[in-house]
T-cell receptor
Framework: KNQVEQSPQSLIILEGKNCTLQ??????????LRWYKQDTGRGPVSLTI?????NTKSNGRYTATLDADTKQSSLHITASQLSDSASYIC?????????????FGGGTRLMVKP | DAGVIQSPRHEVTEMGQEVTLRCKPI?????LFWYRQTMMRGLELLIY????????DSGMPEDRFSAKMPNASFSTLKIQPSEPRDSAVYFC????????????FGPGTRLLVL
């Protein structure tokens, strides 16, 4: 069964600190992995996308890594800001399946405190 | 472009009533997605369309749910009859070229069924 597990479920950090969010998946065959940021009361917004051959992808203070062998991805946030408070959702896609082609993680809720 | 537009933003209804959610995708996007998000289940893909044709509706929970896309600029998600367990935030998203391409989400419709 295709699954995407995220950890931790929630995280509180102080402004300026770094943090790392984890995403483990069992989806096969893997196509790509995407991280979304979802602010409270809004729709998700794509942060990064990585294919099988990519190990790392950056978007400003956000850096995503992918280890296709261990089926793990991480999202590292550097020098956190209050505006980073949001839910972060990992989504893995399977190309070519007849059924549901996207598998979503449950998300990590991040709170950045001053 | 105004982005993906959804209406209404909030809906409160009584059990048994019909609910219709509306979505206008980004102009030029040929894929449209309907999602449901709850605290318990996270983000779930209900159905998606390509060029106005439903491609995968395996995520639609039951026959009470139906979705249509009569033209490239409009889609509806209908629940009839509604039940309290349908209470959730419903998102519409659109993308260009594929399921695995960046999806742009609307602001969502927050539905409460009493």
């Amino acid at each position: 069964k295709n699954q995407v597990e995220q950890s931790p479920q929630s995280l509180i950090i102080l402004e300026g600190k770094n943090c790392t969010l984890q995403c483990n998946y069992t989806v096969s065959p893997f196509s790509n992995l995407r991280w979304y940021k979802q602010d409270t009361g809004r729709g998700p917004v794509s942060l990064t996308i990585m294919t099988f051959s990519e190990n790392t992808k950056s978007n400003g203070r956000y850096t995503a890594t992918l280890d296709a062998d261990t089926k793990q991805s991480s999202l590292h946030i550097t020098a956190s800001q209050l505006s980073d408070s949001a839910s972060y959702i990992c989504v893995v896609s399977v190309r070519g399946n007849a059924g549901n082609m996207l598998t979503f993680g449950g998300g990590t809720r991040l709170m950045v405190k001053p | 472009d105004a982005g993906v537009i959804q209406s209404p933003r909030h809906e409160v209804t009584e059990m048994g009533q019909e609910v219709t959610l509306r979505c206008k995708p980004i102009s030029g996007h040929d894929y449209l997605f309907w999602y449901r998000q709850t605290m318990m289940r996270g983000l779930e893909l209900l159905i998606y369309f390509n060029n106005n044709v439903p491609i995968d509706d395996s995520g639609m929970p039951e026959d009470r749910f139906s979705a249509k896309m009569p033209n490239a600029s409009f889609s509806t998600l209908k629940i009839q009859p509604s039940e309290p367990r349908d209470s959730a935030v419903y998102f519409c998203a659109s993308s260009f070229l594929g399921v695995w391409e960046t999806q742009y989400f609307g602001p969502g419709t927050r539905l409460l069924v009493l």
